[in-house]
């Protein structure tokens, strides 16, 4: 059988990867970002639903089931829109900063996402991360923050407080919105009336992009009445289109990587294309790279190999609750058995006597 945490992580290094080269073509040309964002949600919206109806063996089979599930899901509804805030709220304060912040600034403080991902997943999901885990994650920051730094161009900008510190509260922000994820995947409750109840990687992802879709189609109609030369596909090019597809699958493939493994992993799939995008982009677009990029990768690959590796993290002691059952359970063992003996004992003595 395959092993999904595998099949997703490796998917999710090589889509980021290709992304990551698509997008330099991309830019020949500047497209409307706003009609693209759109185009990625009703993608995901139709490859969520093509695999709803393929587990249903069915259209009428599966519509019932994500009119009940999904649509009747006003909770579930609730959840995602609070998650399309966050992300809108990511996006704003994202195109915001731009203008306070050089990109080489913007790229090494926005890797304090990895650490505030970890920070609210112990918060929300009570999850516990032991010392080497920890000094893996603030290495592969380390890496990725110098990778990213020495790829950046140079800029007159100069960076100002204000523009630094939206660029903490972005990766505070994205550190929320990845663990806020994670917990509603993981804590999916099935619908009772369905014995084959739609998997909760596949109801989320419907329920998120169709409130995305919502979100970005008034920002498309607002942006055809107030731009004189508004065009949907105005810039695109079979790269724009390439790059449209790519980001559709990546947010599904994220969404299994934080449903079969985790954040953590995702953080560290995602560091590990960015080296080999850029170990690529020297190749393709004849670019250099500078001796530090190199310490970057050294130190992202090897922190990686460090927090995957279990014979860096140690034996975790065992707690007193974890103590306490299984020396009842010994204890209780122990007087069962002597019980045992006793009443065979006092059988064979009994035996004895009647002859």
């Not at 980001?247 to 969404?255: D, M, N, S």
Request: charged share 15%; glycine share 6%; with cysteine.
């Amino acid at each position: 059988m395959v092993d999904l945490k595998v099949l997703s992580f490796v998917l999710l290094v090589f889509q980021n990867t290709l992304l990551g080269i698509v997008s330099k073509y991309s830019r020949s040309t500047k497209y409307n970002a706003t009609s693209a964002v759109m185009l990625i949600e009703l993608l995901k919206l139709v490859l969520c639903f093509i695999v709803v109806v393929w587990t249903k063996r069915g259209l009428a089979d599966a519509i019932r089931s994500i009119r009940l599930e999904v649509l009747g899901d006003v909770e579930g509804f609730k959840k995602m829109i609070f998650l399309a805030l966050l992300y809108a709220f990511q996006n704003t304060v994202a195109l915001l900063s731009y203008d306070h912040v050089d990109v080489a600034t913007y790229n090494i403080v926005y890797q304090l996402k990895i650490v505030t991902t970890a920070f609210f997943m112990v918060l929300f999901l009570k999850r516990t991360f032991n010392t080497v885990q920890w000094m893996a994650m603030v290495t592969l920051m380390i890496g990725v923050a110098i990778c990213s730094a020495s790829k950046s161009s140079s800029s007159n900008k100069s960076s100002s407080m204000i523009g630094v510190f939206m660029v903490v509260g972005l990766a505070v922000n994205s550190g929320i919105a990845a663990a806020y994820l994670e917990k509603v995947l993981k804590s999916h409750q099935p619908h009772e009336t369905f014995a084959n109840p739609i998997d909760p990687l596949w109801k989320t992802n419907i329920q998120l992009a169709a409130v995305s879709v919502a979100a970005t189609f008034f920002g498309v109609v607002y942006a055809a009445l107030t731009e004189s030369h508004f065009a949907f596909f105005e810039g695109y090019n079979p790269y724009t289109f390439g790059v449209v597809l790519l980001q559709a699958f990546g947010g599904l493939i994220i969404a299994a990587v934080v449903r079969y493994s985790d954040n953590i992993v995702k953080n560290f799939g995602t560091a590990l294309s960015l080296v080999l995008s850029c170990l690529l982009s020297n190749y393709l677009f004849s670019e250099s790279a500078v001796p530090v990029f190199y310490v970057g990768v050294f130190l992202v690959v090897g922190s990686v190999f460090v927090y995957g590796d279990k014979r860096f993290h140690g034996t975790p002691a065992l707690s007193k609750s974890t103590e306490l059952p299984k020396t009842t359970n010994s204890v209780q063992i122990n007087i069962e058995r002597k019980n045992s003996v006793l009443q065979e004992e006092e059988e064979a003595f009994l035996n004895q006597r009647t002859r």
